[in-house]
């Protein structure tokens, strides 16, 4: 990577993404995954070329099958000559591995199939926050002309909830297993589903959890331009319902185009994630710019008694913004 290092190495990776080359997207996506400053060069040279593809967020509790679901709609999609890249986040049964392992034939079709990228991101040690991470590699993916990019994220936590809400369209998976039902609600995962798939339909209580969703979505308000959510039935692991699934994110996606809602909403999702971007780079330069010896006054001060935590932080967030100096420093006895 030392030609990246140069200052002028992050062109021929542009020029590369640009043109197809899946070994200068590799490189590029180390870079951004791991903050480097040529990274952000890189994607500063790519953004004229994003937002052709149309982003897929596919979430749900772990287990319930989004791996394959993901493996079986792409092979789907390459089949009928698109191309697809896929971002992984955090996968605790990889592509690689996990789900494909003991399936070899379609592992393989996998690996090799040209209409397919695939891309696994651990979520520990990302640098600037997963969310902004992963959101552009997928940019790479779009700029290295990919007609569909799909987001796996477990369906728990906040940062994971994000990436798959920041796609255009967002699938929600639950198995009749584990009563994901509840646990899908209490995660706010209802609110972000443009369609609900409940996979493993070839298990038992299949009818109870659609029952379920069907009074949770009675709740929830429409989300826009008249689309109702549909509840629909796959298996996976034998590629039944796969057609069906990918009629409805078509059908979604076509309404979107023609609500003018598209646009709308990726004009709200990049307002967020320029707002995260933004936390997290702040973020940054309070472990950055504040040094110890502040931090231990305003702590010493706190526990003294002479001031509060909330003054202390403003005091810290002056350090870092002294044109936003406020007077921190008169409110403190
Ligand atoms: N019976 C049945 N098993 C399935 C189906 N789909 C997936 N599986 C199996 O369920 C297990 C988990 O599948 P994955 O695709 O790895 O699930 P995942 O949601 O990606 O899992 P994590 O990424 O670990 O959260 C695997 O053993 C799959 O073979 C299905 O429709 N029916
Ligand atoms: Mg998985």
């Given amino acids: 990577m030392r030609k990246a290092r140069n200052g002028t190495g992050f ?3 542009v020029d590369g993404i640009l043109k197809g080359d899946r070994l200068c997207l590799a490189r590029s996506m180390t870079l951004v995954e791991n903050g480097d400053p040529e990274g952000d060069r890189i994607l500063l040279g790519i953004f004229p070329r994003v937002g052709r593809a149309f982003r897929l967020g596919i979430t749900g509790p772990p287990g319930c099958g989004k791996s394959t679901l993901i493996r079986a709609l792409a092979q789907s999609l390459s089949a009928s000559g698109k191309t697809i890249g896929v971002v992984a986040v955090d996968p605790s049964s990889p592509f690689t591995g996990g789900a494909l392992l003991g399936d070899r034939i379609r592992m393989n079709q996998v690996a090799m199939d040209r209409n397919l ?3 696994s991101m651990a979520s520990r040690g990302s640098f600037g926050g997963l969310s902004t991470t992963s959101q552009s590699v997928a940019d790479l993916l779009d700029a290295f002309g990919r007609d569909y990019i799909i987001y796996e994220t477990v369906g728990v936590g906040q940062t994971e909830i994000e990436i798959a ?3 255009d369209t967002t699938v929600v998976v639950l198995s009749p297993e584990s009563g994901d039902g509840i646990q899908a ?3 706010g995962l209802m609110e972000i589903a443009d369609i609900l798939v409940i996979n493993k339909a070839d298990r038992e209580g299949v009818d109870r959890l659609a029952l379920e969703l069907d009074m949770a979505l009675q709740m929830r308000p429409g989300c826009g331009g008249g689309w109702e959510v549909p509840v629909l039935r796959t298996v996976a692991s034998r590629d039944e319902g796969i057609g069906d699934l990918l009629c409805r994110i078509e059908e979604h996606r076509g309404l979107l185009g ?3 809602l598209l646009a709308e909403r990726r004009e709200s999702k990049m307002r967020k994630r320029i707002r995260l971007a933004a936390e997290n780079l702040f973020r940054k330069k309070v472990m950055e710019t504040v040094g110890e010896d502040v931090w231990r006054a305003r702590v010493s ?5 002479r001031s509060t935590p909330a003054f202390a932080a403003e005091e810290i967030v002056n350090v870092i913004l002294p044109a ?3 007077g921190g420093e008169a409110r403190r006895k």
Avoid: P, T
Wanted: charged content about 25%.
């Fill in 165 to 167: 809400d920041a796609a």
């Fill in 185 to 187: 609600m209490k995660a």
């Fill in 117 to 119: 990228f695939i891309r």
């Fill in 301 to 305: 001060e706190v526990l003294a008694g």
């Fill in 11 to 13: 062109m021929k990776l």
């Fill in 324 to 326: 936003a100096g406020s």
């Fill in 258 to 260: 023609r609500m003018g």
